[in-house]
């Protein structure tokens, strides 16, 4: 059966990911991304697809890391600064899962909207991601 779901900006609350990380985790993360602030417009399931809208301040620095799940990330305002791209609004980047990428937000900051077809609260960095691979072999 088909549905159909709306909401509103009235319905969402800003959270700061400093302050939803489970205790001991916040040593892996950036400042950048310890002070950013995200919404979760789409929570996701297995079979259902997840939108999350995040804010960077100016200048924050998200390190090189990857996500499981295939992600689109819509700029709505600021710069993104991908590699020597700088990216502002309107801009769409499809990432897929696995692929490991960081960027830098512009001097006015940054607002996107993310989207991965289920679920995925995954965040690999580099060094977690040669640990895993150590640790198998």
Do not use: C
């Not at 900006?9 to 990380?21: H, K, N, P, Q």
């Not at 620095?61 to 600021?78: F, R, S, T």
């Not at 499809?94 to 512009?106: E, L």
């Amino acid at each position: 059966m088909a549905r159909v779901r709306i909401q509103t900006e009235a319905d969402f609350g800003w959270l700061i990911s400093r302050e939803t990380l489970p205790e001991g985790m916040t040593g892996n993360y950036s400042e950048g991304e310890l002070n950013a602030s995200y919404r979760i417009r789409e929570q996701g399931t297995d079979d259902e697809p997840q939108l999350v809208e995040l804010r960077y301040e100016p200048d924050a620095e998200v390190q090189v890391h990857a996500h499981d799940e295939d992600e689109i990330i819509y700029i709505l305002g600021g710069e993104m600064h991908l590699g020597s791209r700088v990216l502002g609004p309107g801009t769409s980047i499809a990432i897929a899962g696995k692929t490991f990428y960081g960027f830098k937000a512009g001097p006015t900051g940054l607002q996107f909207l993310n989207f991965r077809p289920r679920q995925d609260m995954t965040f690999y960095t580099t060094k977690e991601s040669l640990a895993q691979h150590a640790s198998a072999k």
